[in-house]
């Protein structure tokens, strides 16, 4: 069974940046596609980035393309997501999910079969 927990959410004034960390119990990366998603104040959720388990390429949604960097470590089992260049917008809850597929449309992150997901950290952007 796979377990994912987020953490790093914080209060950051714009522009500023934010580290957060997924760590993944149960299942190794190499096996699974890691996704991240954030869901703002009366929302949808949406997809901000993916890692491919294969072969290590990411996909980002066209909001966060430049700013935002996805990378895993293997070794710690976790993916991480740097959060540079922070906008007001970016404020939301922040999630894992693993086991989907990594497919970007329209310049936005799908939510394909993510069958595990982690709590969420949250991100404020304010200043």
């Known amino acids: 069974q796979v377990q994912l927990a987020e953490s790093g959410g914080d209060l950051v004034q714009p522009g500023g940046s934010l580290r957060l960390s997924c760590s993944v119990a149960?299942?190794?990366?190499?096996?699974?596609?890691i996704g991240w998603f954030r869901q703002a104040p009366g929302k949808a959720r949406e997809g901000v980035s993916c890692i491919n388990s294969n072969d290590g390429r990411t996909w980002y949604a066209e909001s966060v393309k430049g700013r935002f960097i996805m990378s895993s470590d293997s070794a710690k089992n976790t993916v991480y997501l740097q959060l540079d260049a922070l906008k007001v917008e970016d404020t939301g809850d922040y999630y894992c999910?693993?086991?989907?597929?990594?497919?970007?449309?329209?310049?936005?992150?799908?939510?394909?079969?993510?069958?595990?997901w982690g709590q969420g950290t949250h991100v404020t952007v304010s200043s």
């Open positions: 999910a693993a086991d989907g597929i990594c497919a970007v449309i329209g310049g936005t992150i799908l939510d394909l079969d993510f069958d595990s």
């Open positions: 149960g299942v190794t990366l190499a096996d699974y596609n």
